[in-house]
């Protein structure tokens, strides 16, 4: 009698965790086509490329190829189109320069429906963060990358690349091509873990640190998967799959190497000795730079905002600084003439030395043009979200209302025939101090714009020039035709199946 009723409990029991189950999938699916409504609606006064009934554009976007479909679009939709990622997601994708400034020259906070993914990682750092406590990190963080903590890393940046390109000259000898991109991966990610934890000339010498490389590389990459996975999109589905558990456990690793920092750089601060040893050293570190930063109340970063802006700083400063070196490189081998003038003004900077300066970066004009120029046309950042805050008015009399998403797709801005001639034509006289002066200010947004731009972009570009400058001169860089690179866009700018070129090292007596 028991059993039995036992065993009619316990069917009662499955019966209403079954109805319960239905009642909030009826709930959350009313809630999607509430929004799905409300957005459609926003975008009425906006005519776009057909959907797919259940995709919406995401089959597009997915291919090969799918970037220079999206400038085709903006030829033929000129300002802005809707861009629906599925049936319930969708975004106006905006490629004007009025229309970015209308979005960008503002402060909205970025979009949580792509940014959320980004938090179990990275936290509530200054990517994500919004009004007030945005305002606060931003003011305490930018101390950091001031010209003179900036100055130190330059030697830095040329002891990272001199060990990489010693590889190179290894691989130069065997006369093919080879794929560049996770050379150049690793190179920056050990010189990002010297500038934000200060770690010394031996690299990824101790195994926490070796562990906490390969936890960040496994964390951008399984992030990029989960972004184009439509299935891996909710939490609760994702955090039980082998996808999601592996995504964890890179999670915990990192966090536990931050925390293990912070804690070890927290007790040498308050031991007299160990802190004139800091001060004494060469440079501050990024993280040297977080733990001094008070506000104007004298109130500091608590702990988890600390282990926050460190992750920030190593997801944001890693993937994108790879990805514009590596295309840089892919524009030099595929302009010769370029590479060559690059390589001729650096000699003439340097002269007799065999190290590069500070003061040096400044002198490289021609060299920056062919960066920006190499920017623009393979942005490390093809596509950034956001969410109006507050309705939106642009130029051409249409109007979004509050709550609206936007997608600023930077690889069809700048390859927008109405701001630049010739779009596809790589000349890096476009970034002449004359032609830039009467540029549209959002025409060119590889670091973003407006308030919510890019705080490390100066580090970035020093990076940038130190790289470039010494792989110029260390090596001449060639295209391999059967393998031209395959343009994805993902978190940042890739290719497909890499991106291989052919090396002949320029040291005397290299053969």
């Given amino acids: 009698m028991v059993s039995v009723l036992l065993s009619l409990s316990l069917s009662c029991l499955g019966l209403w965790a079954a109805g319960l189950i239905l009642i909030l999938g009826f709930l959350k699916l009313i809630r999607l086509l509430l929004r799905r409504q409300m957005l459609a609606r926003a975008m009425d006064s906006f005519p776009g490329p057909p959907t797919h009934w259940l995709f919406g554009h995401a089959q597009e976007i997915q291919q090969t190829g ?10 033929q939709f000129p300002y802005a189109h809707p861009l629906w990622l599925g049936q319930f997601l969708g975004f106006l994708n905006i490629y004007e320069p009025d229309y970015a400034k209308a979005v960008y020259g503002r402060g909205d906070p970025k979009a949580p429906d792509v940014y959320d993914f980004f938090l179990q990682w990275i936290g509530k750092g200054l990517l994500v963060l919004q009004g007030p406590k ?12 001031h010209y003179d903590v900036l100055k130190p890393y330059v030697a830095v940046f040329a002891d990272s690349t001199h060990t990489m390109l010693d590889k ?11 794929d560049i991109f996770s050379d150049v991966g690793h190179m920056a990610l050990i010189s990002l873990m010297k500038c934000t934890f200060g770690k010394g000339d031996s690299g990824l010498g101790h195994s926490r640190d070796s562990s906490y490389y390969s936890a960040v590389s496994d964390l951008t990459l399984l992030m990029q998967q989960r972004i184009e996975s439509f299935q891996y999109h909710n939490d609760f589905i994702y955090w039980l799959t082998p996808h999601g558990r592996r995504f964890l456990r890179a999670c915990q690793m990192a966090h536990d190497h931050t925390d293990q920092v912070i804690r070890e750089r927290k007790a040498a601060l308050k031991d007299e000795k160990e802190q004139e040893k800091i001060q004494s050293r060469r440079h501050l570190d990024f993280l040297d730079i977080l733990l001094g930063a008070r506000d104007e109340n004298g109130i500091k970063l608590s702990d988890a905002d600390l282990r926050a802006e460190v992750d920030t700083f190593m997801f944001e400063g890693h993937d994108t600084t790879t ?13 010769p003439e370029h590479q060559h003038r690059c390589r001729e003004e650096v000699s003439e900077i340097l002269g007799n030395r065999d ?12 060299l920056t043009m062919c960066i920006k120029e190499s920017f623009r046309l393979y942005p490390p950042v093809p596509q950034v979200y956001r969410q109006l805050s507050k309705p939106v008015n642009f130029v051409d009399g249409r109007s979004l209302p509050e709550g609206s998403l936007i997608s600023l797709h930077i690889y ?11 779009p596809e034509v790589f000349d890096p006289l476009r970034f002449s101090p004359e032609n830039v002066a009467t540029r549209h200010p959002f025409a060119f947004m590889p670091f973003s714009a407006g308030p919510r731009n890019c705080i490390g972009q100066q580090f970035a570009m020093n990076e940038m020039k130190v790289v470039t400058a010494l792989c110029l001169l260390r090596f001449e860089f060639a295209l391999d035709p059967l393998r031209p690179p395959i343009k994805m866009p993902q978190l940042i700018l890739r290719s497909k199946n890499g991106i291989h070129l052919r090396l002949k090292s320029l040291r005397p007596g290299s053969g």
């Fill in 168 to 178: 190179w000259e290894e691989k130069a000898r065997e006369d093919k091509s080879f």
């Fill in 323 to 335: 990805s514009g070196i590596c295309w840089f490189l892919y524009c030099m081998a595929l302009y």
């Fill in 355 to 366: 190290s590069l300066q500070w003061d040096d970066l400044g002198k490289m004009t021609y």
């Fill in 134 to 145: 945005w305002y606060q990190h931003r003011k305490l963080l930018t101390p950091g990358f």
């Fill in 412 to 422: 069809a801005l700048h390859r927008n025939s109405a701001v630049w001639p010739d």
């Fill in 66 to 75: 799918s970037l220079d479909k999206v400038v085709s679009w903006a030829h």
